[in-house]
Structure formats: C-alpha cells, structure tokens
C-alpha cells in the first residue's frame, strides 16, 4: 500500500501524461515552453486571480514574493510553528526574523487570536518591524482569512498565503490560493497537485507585484533576456512538468477533489467515535493534502504506527519536532512549552494513508487496524 498512490494516478493518465511529454520532447521547448504559459492561465482562472507566475518549486515561490516585497533584516514576519521548514527558512534566508505563533487546536492552522498578541508583543518588544504574515493552509484546509487579514489591515501587514498543503480548498466558494496579497503553492508530487519532480506557482491580483516577481524569477530580466534591471534568481518551470500538470489539473478538477473529500468522509464515518478526527468548519473545504488523526499522547500514537507498519499500512507525522524547536532556529531563543499547542500536535497527530482511488475495501481495512490497535 502507497500513502500517496501517485503509481495508480500515473496508470490512469498514462495515455495522456505520456502523450504530453512525447510532446515537449519533440518540439524540444524545454524552458518556457508554450505549456508553461498554458498551465499559468488555466491555474490563474481555476484559482480566480489575475496573474499567475510559475517557479521552480514552493519555496522559490514563497521567496520571490518576500523579496518583491522587499522583506530584510529588521523585519518581522510571523508564521505557524507547526510547518514544514520552508515557511520559516524563506524568512531567515532573507535576513528577516521568523515570529513564530501557535496553532489552532482544532484545524493546525495558525490561531488568530494568538497572532494579534504576537504581534503587539512584537511591536512593545521594539527590536523588529513587524511587516508579513505567512499563515499556511495545512493538510488541504484554508487558515482563518476572515480573522486573519482584519488583523493584517490594522497593523498595515502583508498576508502571503502559504498554499502548498491547500490546492484545491476554499472557504465560501472563494479557493485557497486567492486570499491576502499574494498566494503560493508547491507542485511537489505528493501535494494535492502534484507534478513528477519539483515545481510551485504564485498567485496575485496585484500587476506591478506579478511583473516583479517574473523579473526575480528570470535573473532579475527588464526588457529582454540580456537586460538585467535587478539581481534576480534562477527559479523557472520546466516545460515538461507544465505538461504533466495541465492533464493532471484537469483530472483535478473533473473528479480526483471531489473524489479525496468522499475517502476523507469514509475514514470519518468510522472512526470519529474512536480517535479525534480532522475538523473542516462549516463554509470551509478542504483539499485533503493529509487525512490527520490524534492520538491521546506520544506513546499512543507510536504504537499506533508501529502497528499500522506490521499490518503494511503506511502513515506519516507530521511534524515530529515544531519550527521553534528545530537546531536551525535556535538562535531565536525558544524553548519546549513555548508554544503548546504545536507541540502537543507533534507528539499525537499521526496522517493515515490518503489517495482518491481508494476503493472501500481498503479504508475498511485500514479502518479496521486503527481499531484493533487503539
């Protein structure tokens, strides 16, 4: 058993992937092929933004926003502790401080409650400039926009949605992806769309934001290839992966979201009464990047998944260890039971295996384990 079966996603659309890349390798337009371009409109449009740009993958993505913004040392910008490394360590590579901010119990999303006190913590404290916030939309379910860009308006903050998780989610009708200044996403391929190596996009409304970041991304270009008006980066799509993902956003959008939300359904038909399971509040939708469980403590939940792995099932914790306790960022000072929340989840959430093929036969199966070894 796969956690992400991304083998029988590829023998469903083998005639069409394969016929897309055959594509691309016979017109040998490797970069900036007219896929990329393709790809951008059909994503831009999906989402319900003007402008969408391509990148290299997620982390560019988010990088090229803050640098368009001009975010350097001095600045503040304040992200969930309870993350994937890249939503911080786009911060500090820029010379910015990373403010950390504990999670919602409910969703593992940032609380917005405790980022308005983090903030104004922030600004008494007097030793950096408060100027973005990152809120990430994890496991496939948007974060609280409606209390979180409110905040953002009254301290003149940028919201730079952090959408890798959450492709495909919305919150009344509106996608993720399309909330605050500006959007990103990652193509990695066990993300809700995935491409077949690394890739990401950025999404905004905003002209002269989106032309910025196009000459960022390409050596920091003015008018032409040989015209360099910036210091840039080198962060492009790869034609082939634009053509992988067009077949694979149309999949996307035809059945395989509609088709994650009823397997997420299923698991918690069964298992609500059992272990906590994930909440999606009313308006909201949720992509289901991960299917996310919790367990009373860390003894619980390992055995669970040591269990889980005799029986062949796969699943994942995400994350074992919060941003604020990672040797990486020690030098901002935290220490273990500074942010409870995230850390209570790092030790009891455990992901079980979620993909839009599976048939009942192996929810139940995977159901009936969890059972057994509660």
């Known amino acids: 058993m796969e956690f992400r079966d991304l083998k029988a996603q590829y023998q469903k659309l083998k005639n069409e992937i394969d016929e897309a890349v055959l594509g691309v390798m016979e017109r040998a337009q490797f970069i900036s092929g007219p896929e990329v371009k393709q790809l951008e409109g059909e994503l831009a449009e999906y989402v319900g933004v003007k402008h969408c740009i391509t990148c290299a993958n997620g982390t560019d993505a ?30 500090a590579y820029l010379g910015a401080q990373p403010v ?22 922030t600004i008494k404290g007097g030793k950096f400039k408060p100027k973005a916030i990152i809120p990430v939309d994890l496991f496939g379910l948007p974060s609280d926009y409606e209390r979180i860009i409110p905040i953002a308006e009254k301290y003149g903050l940028k919201v730079l949605e952090d959408g890798a998780q959450g492709f495909g989610g919305s919150i009344n009708g509106k996608k993720a992806c399309s909330f605050g200044d500006a959007a990103t996403t990652s193509f990695f391929p066990a993300k809700p769309l995935g491409c077949y190596g690394d890739g990401g996009a950025i999404f905004t409304n905003d002209d002269e934001l989106a032309s910025l970041i196009r000459s960022f991304a390409v050596h920091g270009k003015g008018q032409g290839k040989y015209d360099n008006v910036r210091i840039g980066r080198n962060s492009r799509l790869d034609t082939i992966q634009a053509a992988v993902l067009l077949v694979k956003l149309k999949a996307f959008r035809e059945y395989e979201l509609d088709a994650v939300n009823k397997v997420a359904a299923k698991y918690t038909a069964q298992l609500k009464s059992l ?3 994930p909440i999606v509040p009313e308006s909201y939708y949720s992509s289901w990047a991960q299917y996310t469980i919790r367990l ?47 850390e209570n989840a790092s030790k009891c959430a455990l992901s079980l295996p979620m993909f839009t093929n599976y048939a009942d036969i192996t929810i139940n199966r995977i159901c009936s384990e969890v059972k057994k070894n509660l």
């Open 62 to 91: 988010m990088e090229l926003v803050l640098l368009a913004w001009g975010i350097c040392e001095g600045d503040a910008v304040f992200v969930p502790t309870f993350s994937f490394m890249s939503t911080a360590e786009v911060v």
């Open 100 to 121: 950390y901010v504990d999670i919602d119990e409910d969703t593992y999303n940032i609380d917005p409650a405790k980022l308005y006190q983090t903030i104004e913590q």
């Open 275 to 277: 272990v906590e399971t």
């Open 296 to 342: 009373g403590n860390e003894e619980k939940r390992d055995n669970l998944q040591a269990k889980l792995k005799e029986a062949g099932i796969p699943s994942m914790v995400y994350y074992p260890r919060p941003l604020h306790l990672q040797t990486a960022f020690s030098y901002c000072g935290h220490k273990e039971g500074d942010f409870p929340v995230a």
